[in-house]
């Protein structure tokens, strides 16, 4: 659904951000993560999913312009398994991640739209 995707754009974006400042995740990021395909009861609003994935992306590119460059090659693990990265790639990867979920909701809400369906 539209609101999964508002929903994980927001939360993947502070999960790699965490993963950049060279951080495990949280219990509440966990929760969030596995929260993240429910709608929820009651369902949240469309402009409150709308407004926290804004929210998420202003905060990732105000990470981005402060980001020294010294850092960006920094190595950093990502997940339980440690995968090896950098702090630039985990920025590079916010951003491809983010436009292919922004994709998906343009992508089916106009499907929903043409169907006469609610999301």
């Excluded at 951080?23 to 709608?39: C, F, H, N, V």
């Amino acid at each position: 659904s539209v609101g999964f995707h508002l929903r994980h754009v927001a939360g993947s974006i502070d999960r790699l951000l965490a993963y950049a400042r060279g951080e495990a995740l949280t219990g509440e990021q966990r929760a969030a993560l596995a929260a993240e395909k429910e709608p929820g009861a009651p369902r949240a609003d469309a402009a409150e999913l709308v407004r926290g994935a804004q929210r998420a992306i202003a905060t990732a590119i105000d990470t981005m312009r402060a980001m020294p460059r010294e850092k960006l090659l920094e190595p950093r693990g990502v997940g339980r398994a440690q995968l090896p990265s950098t702090v630039l790639g985990l920025l590079f990867h916010i951003a491809e991640h983010t436009q292919r979920h922004t994709g998906q909701v343009i992508t089916t809400a106009k499907i929903v739209r043409a169907s006469g369906r609610a999301s």
